[in-house]
């Protein structure tokens, strides 16, 4: 691994730690990831790798990031903060063109998972989880 690459290694470890370190606190995202994640070692390790994949090519990361989240109990609301957060914590962290493509894919894959979890609308045209 190059200085740059370990660089930019070190810049996504940092930005999913604090990433976490906030959502933990966070009012609207601490509760669920609070309640669902057990082991925050491999967690912040499995997320780093992700990030890893989807920004510098690495091969560290395999499965679906989609499986994992869609029995979770989160609402639409959720996304946005989510977002939000993702979005600070990568610009304050990250190289500014890794940042931008982070930030790419964070928004590409709230749009993808809340069209997965939230397929259906209820009878107020709100997304929901089964038909209305």
């Not at 996504?12 to 959502?23: L, N, Q």
């Not at 966070?26 to 082991?39: C, T």
């Not at 609402?75 to 982070?102: G, S």
Request: charged share 25%; with cysteine; aromatic share 10%.
């Amino acid at each position: 691994m190059g200085l740059r690459q370990a660089i930019e290694e070190q810049a996504i470890a940092d930005c999913v730690r604090e990433f976490y370190r906030k959502a933990r606190l966070d009012s609207l995202l601490g509760p669920i990831f609070n309640a669902n994640v057990h082991d925050w070692d491999v967690h912040l390790r499995v997320v780093s790798d992700f990030w890893s994949k989807a920004l510098l090519g690495t091969n560290r990361y395999s499965g679906s990031p989609f499986v994992v989240h869609m029995n979770l109990p989160v609402e639409i609301e959720h996304f946005q903060r989510w977002l939000d957060l993702f979005e600070e914590t990568a610009k304050a962290t990250l190289p500014a063109e890794l940042a931008d493509k982070a930030l790419a894919k964070a928004n590409h894959m709230a749009e993808s998972f809340k069209a997965g979890i939230f397929p259906f609308v209820d009878a107020d045209g709100n997304p929901a989880r089964r038909p209305g």
